[in-house]
């Protein structure tokens, strides 16, 4: 198996957890590429397998079956020690001892890497000079995951895996990681990410990822994702009895490739706003339904996640 111009490269990857009679499977076949330099975005619900990937990938877990290589090593080869000193991890939680100073910890990972960026440098990188000096218990939890960040990056690694980092960031926060790992892939590094924030895969990643009960359903970037759906508009709306509805009926519409009704609220993916909208309109009217609201807006990520899946990205964090 070639691994030219390849970070990441997984065969037929397959995970299977066993507890007493239980078994689970997490990975069912998982084919997944990741190229050098690039920012991939890894997506997936609780438990569609995502996570166990990335720990595969960074030796935290060992397939069950299949094929995986980082940075045309393969774990448990004799190569464990080259291939930690090339890639960097910032897991979904960190725990650092309560009395040490955010300066002290840094350099004592610093001392581990034996190389890389100065403390100095890690600490500019996440905005976190004020903090030098501060104990860990005085940290707020962003702080802590810039933190986090900051321990990932500091032996400047070739591949760098973050997993979901901005979770709990404010938006200034979060902005100004992104802008740190804009920084890092310009260097020629990659960045295999997840996050449940759709707004930041699309801002971020160069491609991205679909997991769904361990199997990889779509990949591309998001521009080739979104226009994956047919269309490009989503027209919402809502009424005021929802029993007017008819899914199958609104599918009939002109220029309508998908129809979701939540909660009350209709989603209808699109071709052209003024093809659908005036026949829907219409068709409204002669069942009598009232229209409380009606947007328009442009196709997203979360769209072509929910086409896929059947569910929003976020609901399962949410419950």
């Excluded at 997936?44 to 935290?60: D, F, P, S, Y």
């Excluded at 804009?182 to 996050?195: K, N």
Aim: glycine letters at 10%.
């Amino acid at each position: 198996m070639k691994s030219d111009g390849l970070a990441i490269e997984l065969r037929g990857l397959r995970k299977v957890y066993t507890r007493g009679k239980k078994t689970t499977v997490a990975l069912d076949g998982l084919d997944l590429e990741v190229r050098r330099g690039e920012v991939f975005g890894l997506l997936g619900q609780n438990g569609a397998g995502k996570t166990t990937t990335v720990e595969i990938c960074e030796g935290l877990t060992q397939q069950t079956a299949g094929e995986a290589r980082i940075l045309g090593r393969c774990w448990r080869t004799g190569m464990d020690q080259e291939i930690r000193a090339r890639i960097g991890v910032c897991l979904q939680e960190t725990r650092f001892f309560e009395k040490q100073t955010v300066r002290e910890t840094l350099q004592l990972f610093a001392a581990c890497q034996g190389r890389g960026c100065s403390v100095d440098d890690a600490l500019a990188l996440v905005s976190l000079q004020e903090k030098a000096d501060a104990r860990q218990s005085q940290l707020s939890g962003g702080q802590r995951q810039r933190l986090a960040v900051a321990l990932a990056m500091l032996g400047e690694p070739e591949l760098l895996f973050l997993d979901e980092p901005t979770t709990g960031l404010d938006p200034q926060s979060r902005r100004q990681l992104w802008d740190v790992l804009r920084a890092y892939q310009r260097r020629g590094s990659t960045v295999l990410l997840t996050t449940h924030y759709m707004e930041e895969a699309q801002v971020l990643c160069d491609r991205i990822g679909i997991v769904d009960h361990g199997k990889l359903i779509a990949l591309g970037s998001p521009q080739e994702l979104i226009r994956s759906l047919g269309a490009d508009t989503v027209v919402e709306f809502s009424v005021g009895d929802v029993n007017a509805l008819d899914e199958g009926a609104m599918r009939q519409l002109p220029g309508v490739q998908s129809c979701e009704i939540r909660g009350g609220k209709v989603t209808l993916t699109v071709a052209l706003v003024h093809t659908t909208v005036p026949p829907l309109l219409a068709w409204l009217a002669q069942r009598g339904a009232e229209l409380l609201e009606l947007a328009t807006r442009h196709a997203t990520l979360e769209d072509v996640f929910v086409a896929r899946t059947g569910r929003h990205l976020r609901e399962e964090e949410s419950a």
